[in-house]
């Protein structure tokens, strides 16, 4: 019926425009008052904890990863999934009560299971400090991306890393080359 088609494209237009927000808003894209504004207008929980995974894949041309994963943790599932640059996408999860470290590797864990089975790709996943401020996802995605990088050189058998578990690697990766 058309009341129905028309719930469905304002559910579309609503997802495309909440992963447009949220993906201007890790790139650093808007002012504080525009912030909280825009969130406003897209009816977000200012303070809900989120955490921002990084996921990572040869670069295949043909999104696989995304289609493979916005099915299962995208939407209703409570996740924003966007690409980020070739091979490499953005997953936005708000968090449930008593999600912790361990729960996000876990997650991380069965999304690399779910992209290696199904879209039979080699993934690596990193995610930031988990947080309940919209204007600190910038720098929990800039952890991900350290955790990614660090994590892929001192931590090499692993395919899920927590900025939180880097340790000293965290430390050493952020020296100047010189030093070390």
């Not at 406003?40 to 929980?45: M, N, V």
């Not at 069965?110 to 204007?135: H, K, R, W």
Request: charged share 25%.
């Amino acid at each position: 019926s058309a009341v129905a088609l028309s719930g469905l494209v304002f559910r579309q237009a609503e997802r495309l425009d909440r992963e447009g927000f949220f993906q201007r808003l890790v790139l650093g894209m808007f002012l504080p008052t525009e912030l909280s504004e825009q969130a406003r207008q897209l009816r977000l929980d200012g303070k809900a904890r989120r955490s921002v995974f990084l996921i990572q894949v040869k670069e295949d041309g043909r999104d696989t990863v995304l289609d493979i994963l916005r099915s299962l943790y995208g939407g209703p599932a409570g996740g924003i999934l966007f690409k980020a640059e070739p091979g490499t996408y953005v997953y936005i999860r708000t968090l449930g009560e008593g999600e912790d470290g361990a729960r996000l590797e876990e997650i991380g864990r069965n999304m690399i299971d779910v992209i290696n089975t199904e879209g039979m790709q080699d993934a690596y996943l990193s995610f930031g400090t988990p947080t309940g401020e919209l204007s600190l996802l910038p720098r929990a995605y800039e952890e991900a991306w350290t955790a990614m990088k660090a994590g892929r050189i001192f931590f090499r058998e692993k395919h899920v890393i927590s900025y939180d578990r880097l340790g000293i690697g965290r430390l050493i990766y952020n020296l100047p080359m010189p030093l070390c």
